[in-house]
């Protein structure tokens, strides 16, 4: 059981995660590695709302949470909006966003140091006792959030204007113009909605273990993998992705050491990426421009 | 109602002239056909008239605007439709959808009504149904929940129709929309444009098809080396022996 509940929380900041960084990659179809510093950042943010400044939690969560989507926001309008107008490439703009994460990692690590932080203090407390595991109240919150938020952002893109339009921009940025969707409209509203689920992730697994400056690129990483897994194109699949991923990272922990469950978590990455590259449920992608 | 004209357009592409000094002006609704060999520039002319091609020379006008320099986008907000010959589709979505994401001014296509739901639920079933109706119009309400790229391909060129009209444009611009498409589906494109011509619409198409020409154009337009060497009603111009041997066939 205690397994079990292990794999739940992993999964659930990772599913967070991973559907944020799955929806702004299938919408612009380029790697947007800054997605790891909306992580990192909201949770300092977090931080510094809560610890420096002596706000009250829920307040600086979602100071923390705000400020990750405005600052994805301002990298889809200050930079990658402007880049894609001259028609840079996809690779011109992975460039553009790990050097985005390169310099606002160097920037967090420079306002608050790149030792461990911790949001909540460090006493040990007791979980709470389930089918004989053990799981914090912050897990639960962590899993109670990840379900919740995933079902919103599942009504949004199934049920709204918007869920169309973004599959048309990603299925064609141009004819989508053409057919008077204003496709940079949407990208934004895409980043705002993958920034605030990487904020969110980030600041829960913040409230759960600790931060230090390259969190970000740790779980970017794995949401990658997991986004891998299941498909692109389906928010289902990515959260089972997330959910197969943490079961073998948390196998791998209980049977190899924690050192191995990177390891894993990769060698699945190149099992997928030569046997079924379009993931579990996704559909094989198609070469489009934004 | 504002008359779609162009004057003096030229667009070469690696020196070959696809338009030279082509001026027309279509009448305010109707059906105009434009006819002409393989390479005579009758695309190149739709894609410069959408904004897909930026002409080197000479200007196009809607009424009284200049929309020679306007976006893709800007043009067909101004009510002047497309489509292409490779059919251009969201294949993502279904059939309703490609309608509905055509639809025009949907507030639901921004986040905060999309998160927040104010009278986006009534939006969404005010535009279904509209998009229910351009369905039935064209005779595929019983495919509005296939995916698109399931269609047939007469069934596609129906749809891309469907989404041209789902944008609620005044002038429509069809490249060869009967095209490789089976007998009795001509019939029935050919029924829908002049069921288009009597609600007052344009109706600009490309096409080889002379039968089809003659069935519904009111006035032909022959174009040939960039050039339009003819125009006028179809019973004058495709009597033309020199017409139809050196540029039809």
């Known amino acids: 059981m205690q397994l ?48 420096q400044l002596g706000l009250p939690l829920v307040i600086a969560v979602l100071l923390g949470v705000a400020g990750g989507v405005c600052l994805g926001g301002l990298m889809e309008v200050g930079l990658y909006r402007p880049m894609r107008g001259r028609s840079a490439s996809a690779l011109t703009l992975l460039i553009a966003s790990l050097g985005t994460y390169v310099v606002l990692q160097n920037l967090v690590s420079m306002t608050w140091g790149d030792d461990v932080r911790m949001l909540q203090s460090s006493t040990v407390r007791e979980g709470i006792e389930i089918l004989g595991g053990r799981i914090t109240p912050t897990s639960v919150l962590a899993i109670a959030v990840c379900v919740a938020l995933l079902a919103v952002v599942t009504l949004v893109l199934r049920r709204t204007g918007l869920g169309r339009a973004m599959r048309a921009v990603a299925d064609d940025a141009e004819l989508a113009r053409i057919r008077g969707i204003r496709a940079d409209r949407v990208i934004l509203a895409t980043f705002a909605i993958g920034s605030a689920l990487a904020a969110v992730a980030g600041i829960l697994v913040a409230l759960d273990v600790n931060m230090r400056p390259t969190m970000g690129m740790n779980a970017l990483m794995l949401a990658i993998v997991a986004v891998i897994i299941g498909g692109v194109s389906s928010i289902g699949g990515i959260a089972l992705g997330s959910l197969f991923l943490a079961a073998a990272q948390q196998v791998a922990i209980w049977q190899l050491g924690s050192q191995w469950q990177d390891a894993v978590a990769f060698a699945i990455l190149l099992v997928f990426l030569l046997a079924r590259p379009q993931g579990l449920f996704g559909k094989p992608l198609r070469k489009v421009a934004v | 109602m504002e008359t779609l004209c162009c004057e003096s357009l030229s667009k070469s592409f690696d020196g070959v002239q696809a338009l030279e000094k082509v001026g027309v002006c279509f009448p305010t609704s109707g059906i105009a056909a434009v006819i002409g060999p393989n390479g005579a520039g009758k695309t190149t002319l739709i894609n410069v008239l959408t904004g897909f091609l930026r002409p080197e ?51 639901g296509e921004r986040l905060l009504p999309a998160l927040l739901r104010f009278g ?130």
């Open chain 1, 4 to 51: 079990t509940l292990n794999v739940l929380v992993a999964a659930s900041t990772l599913a967070l995660m991973a559907v944020g960084f799955g929806l702004i990659f299938s919408t612009t179809r380029f790697f947007h590695f800054a997605h790891a510093v909306v992580y990192t950042g909201a949770a300092y943010l977090t931080y510094c709302g809560s610890v």
């Open chain 2, 57 to 107: 020379a000479g200007r196009c006008l809607f009424g009284n605007r200049e929309i020679t320099r306007l976006a893709p986008h800007r043009i067909a907000r101004l009510g002047i439709a497309r489509t292409f010959q490779d059919l251009r589709l969201i294949q993502q979505v279904s059939v309703l959808d490609n309608v509905m994401l055509a639809r025009p001014n949907q507030r």
């Open chain 2, 120 to 249: 986006v639920a009534e939006e969404e079933t005010r535009n279904r149904e509209e998009a229910m109706r351009t369905l039935r119009f064209v005779g595929l309400e019983e495919k509005a929940s296939d995916p698109a790229g399931e269609l047939s391909y007469g069934q596609q060129k129906l749809l891309t129709l469907a989404c041209c009209l789902a944008t609620e444009a005044r002038v429509l611009l069809l490249d060869e929309p009967v095209a490789g498409v089976h007998p009795e589906m001509v019939e029935q494109i050919l029924g829908l444009l002049r069921r288009l011509r009597d609600e007052g619409k344009l109706i600009v198409f490309i096409e080889h098809d002379i039968a089809a020409v003659r069935q519904v154009a009111d006035v032909v337009i022959v174009m040939d080396n960039g050039q339009v060497i003819a125009q006028g009603p179809p019973s004058e111009v495709l009597e033309r022996p020199e017409i139809m041997e050196a540029y039809v066939g």
